[in-house]
Nanobody, 123 residues
Framework: VDLVESGGGSVQAGGSLTLSCAAS????????MAWFRQTPGKEREGVAA???????DYADFVEGRFTISKDNAKNALSLQMHSLKPEDTGMYYC??????????????????WGQGTQVTVSS
């Protein structure tokens, strides 16, 4: 499975961005997808995840500002981000695993990763 992210960029604080992830390859089962990010000085952390039945988890720091969605017909994932803060700056990664994760926001739950897209939020 290959994952390609797009949609990153530079915005001012309070702005919005929508990230997209296109998945391709052989899908032999239902799958879960997620967004992770790596901000300066921190380890890669889960942002939002969606499972095969569209159950969704968000990290606490999202605070209602982001919305994850999945298009099963297109094998695509998106993340709408609003009210962005400078601390949201980082590389955002798309991830996929077949089946359901015990901990959807744990990076160890996923074995397919994209290359990432950079998000920069200036104050």
């Amino acid at each position: 499975v290959d994952l390609v992210e797009s949609g990153g960029g530079s915005v001012q604080a309070g702005g919005s961005l929508t990230l997209s992830c296109a998945a391709s390859g052989h899908f032999y089962s239902t799958y879960s997808m997620a967004w992770f990010r790596q901000t300066p000085g921190k380890e890669r952390e889960g942002v939002a995840a969606i499972d095969p039945v569209d159950s969704i988890d968000y990290a606490d720091f999202v605070e209602g500002r982001f919305t994850i969605s999945k298009d099963n017909a297109k094998n695509a994932l998106s993340l709408q981000m609003h009210s962005l803060k400078p601390e949201d700056t980082g590389m955002y990664y798309c991830a996929l695993r077949f089946g359901t994760a015990v901990d959807p926001l744990d990076r160890e739950s996923y074995n397919h990763w994209g290359q990432g897209t950079q998000v920069t939020v200036s104050s």
